[in-house]
T-cell receptor
Framework: AQSVTQLDSHVSVSEGTPVLLRCNYSSSYSPSLFWYVQHPNKGLQLLLKYTSAATLVKGINGFEAEFKKSETSFHLTKPSAHMSDAAEYFCVVSDRTGTASKLTFGTGTRLQVTL | DSGVTQTPKHLITATGQRVTLRCSPRSGDLSVYWYQQSLDQGLQFLIQYYNGEERAKGNILERFSAQQFPDLHSELNLSSLELGDSALYFC????????????????FGPGTRLTVL
């Protein structure tokens, strides 16, 4: 079974400083990996997706993630944090066979951005 | 706005009752997924329907059932409700074809918050 592990449950950064949210995955084959963001009392929004086309994936709002097979990692980064980035971030792996599909979510990382 | 709609937004009910949550997928998407988000279990996949047929099943209780109708909207039925069923229930949709790529991407609705008293 595929799984993801988010290494930090809570990350706090100052506005304008870099963001690093860490995720490791476990998969028996090349996975599809995603990062989703959930703002307070809101739904889940797709930030970016990796599907083996390119190892460095650019997403919305200045976020990007790099797929590193040797390290089984898919860390999310942003050069400069903004107050509006404060939210819960989920690393997700897709398990798909034909038309059957499901997402397995990590436990989430709460990003706090301070002035 | 993802294009996935869910109703109602909030639902408050009592233990032992039955409720129905409704989801309309994005235009053109054939697959609908249901997820449960609770404080103790996190985000868990419940079930997937593709073009009216059940395709994948996760940690869905026997008291819960779902269906997808010919117009592709889906309903999640929760019965004999318990306090522990209180959670945020999300619906997602995707194109989910036979190939990979874009078909893997799931777009989520705003959720239905269920409170069981």
């Amino acid at each position: 079974a595929q799984s993801v592990t988010q290494l930090d449950s809570h990350v706090s950064v100052s506005e304008g400083t870099p963001v690093l949210l860490r995720c490791n995955y476990s998969s028996s084959y090349s996975p599809s990996l995603f990062w989703y963001v959930q703002h307070p009392n809101k739904g889940l929004q797709l930030l970016l997706k990796y599907t083996s086309a390119a190892t460095l994936v650019k997403g919305i709002n200045g976020f990007e993630a790099e797929f590193k097979k040797s390290e089984t990692s898919f860390h999310l980064t942003k050069p400069s944090a903004h107050m509006s980035d404060a939210a819960e971030y989920f690393c997700v792996v897709s398990d798909r066979t034909g038309t059957a599909s499901k997402l397995t979510f990590g436990t989430g990382t709460r990003l706090q951005v301070t002035l | 706005d993802s294009g996935v709609t869910q109703t109602p937004k909030h639902l408050i009910t009592a233990t032992g009752q039955r409720v129905t949550l409704r989801c309309s997928p994005r235009s053109g998407d054939l697959s609908v997924y249901w997820y449960q988000q609770s404080l103790d279990q996190g985000l868990q996949f419940l079930i997937q329907y593709y073009n009216g047929e059940e395709r994948a099943k996760g940690n869905i209780l026997e008291r819960f059932s779902a269906q997808q109708f010919p117009d592709l909207h889906s309903e999640l039925n929760l019965s004999s409700l318990e306090l522990g069923d209180s959670a945020l229930y999300f619906c997602a949709s995707s194109a989910a074809g036979l190939a990979g790529g874009r078909s893997d991407t799931q777009y989520f609705g705003p959720g239905t918050r269920l409170t069981v008293l």
